[in-house]
């Protein structure tokens, strides 16, 4: 049977008009490659310190197969997978040393920076070692960083990597408080050098934010799986003074696979 040309135009319509409701396209059409690499930059708490099984290859790296990026590669298998976290990372590092895979092929970046810049492990030094006063003045001093200098730094970091994963998905991740007020624990520092540091917390979450935000990341806010697993619940995920002392203050296992990669797979 004959069928008029009218027809036949309404039938290729049709035709196309299912295929973009179904998600496809016809074999002809020229599709761009996706980009679907995984590069995780930043300190500790990417890299996995504290949370044991550490690759013998990233030395002072500290980075582990329990770390949410190696969690969350696992389970995702990206075309690619850069593990370049490393323990004791300021922004100077991820800028000098942390960016060379990235590129147009980066489809996910994750990062937790900031930390070590406002003085973290100095901090706690201080707090744990020496007067209540010297802590919480310790304390503000790191404050007082976060807020009027670590802005800055974060700009160049984020700029950075726009730059170079030009298509990639954003996430940058914040830090837990690390205590619960009124918890459990008997000894240690005071409840009011415990509020100081989680107020200091709260600021480089605040600060983090903001930046990530204004540079169209997505910001993963730990808090919310964190909250009754800090030190002083009774079912901690992160260490309290600890051997080896480095793994102090940092995420256990737990805290990697039940604090933070819920948050990444979530975001990204």
């Not at 300021?90 to 070590?116: F, K, P």
């Not at 007067?131 to 007082?144: G, Y």
């Not at 800090?230 to 793994?247: D, K, N, Q, R």
Request: hydrophobic fraction near 40%; charge should be neutral.
């Amino acid at each position: 049977m004959r069928v008029s040309r009218r027809a036949g135009v309404v039938s290729a319509f049709v035709a196309a008009a299912s295929l973009t409701l179904l998600g496809t396209a016809p074999a002809s059409s020229a599709q761009l490659p996706a980009a679907t690499g995984y590069v995780a930059l930043g300190d500790s708490y990417s890299s996995g310190l504290g949370a044991g099984s550490y690759d013998s290859g990233s030395g002072s790296c500290k980075r582990s197969s329990k770390a949410y990026p190696a969690l969350w590669a696992a389970a995702n298998s990206p075309s690619s997978f850069t593990f370049a976290a490393c323990s004791g990372a300021r922004t100077g590092d991820v800028l000098n040393g942390q960016l060379g895979a990235l590129n147009s092929g980066t489809g996910l970046v994750s990062i937790t920076i900031g930390g070590n810049d406002a003085g973290f492990a100095d901090t706690m030094t201080t707090c744990v070692l020496q007067s209540e006063s010297t802590c919480l003045s310790r304390v503000q001093q790191a404050r007082t960083y976060i807020n009027n200098t670590l802005p800055g730094q974060l700009d160049q970091v984020y700029n950075a990597i726009s730059a170079k994963a030009t298509a990639a998905k954003v996430v940058v991740l914040g830090y837990p408080r690390f205590y619960k007020l009124s918890g459990d624990c008997i000894a240690g520092l005071s409840e009011k050098e415990r509020a100081a540091i989680n107020a200091a917390a709260d600021d480089i979450n605040g600060v983090t934010a903001k930046r990530a935000a204004d540079h169209g990341f997505a910001f993963g806010d730990v808090n919310t799986t964190f909250t009754g697993h800090e030190i002083c619940s009774g079912s901690a995920w992160l260490h309290s003074v600890t051997y080896p002392v480095e793994e102090s203050y940092h995420p256990t296992a737990a805290g990697q696979s039940s604090g933070y990669l819920p948050v990444l797979r979530s975001a990204a």
